[in-house]
């Protein structure tokens, strides 16, 4: 059994999407931090107002080290 198929068999679930021959994480069944934050800066760059709300949603879904290279 391959892995997908152990995965659905195990959850239940269709997590990777395989459709014209291409592989996609099924976003109904998965979270994944870089979709959070790329749609924390979706809305931030379109807020009309609370701008600054938005933008602190952008900087709380980074979860890396911001500039880490940089002192």
Do not use: K, P
């Not at 870089?34 to 602190?56: C, G, I, K, M």
């Amino acid at each position: 059994m391959g892995a997908r198929l152990a995965r659905r068999a195990a959850c239940g679930l269709t997590i990777i999407e395989h459709t014209e021959d291409r592989y996609r994480l099924n976003r109904d069944h998965l979270d994944v931090d870089l979709w959070r934050f790329h749609t924390a800066v979706r809305q931030a760059v379109t807020a009309v107002t609370d701008t600054t709300s938005a933008w602190q949603t952008v900087i709380d879904a980074y979860a890396g080290d911001l500039v880490a290279s940089r002192t």
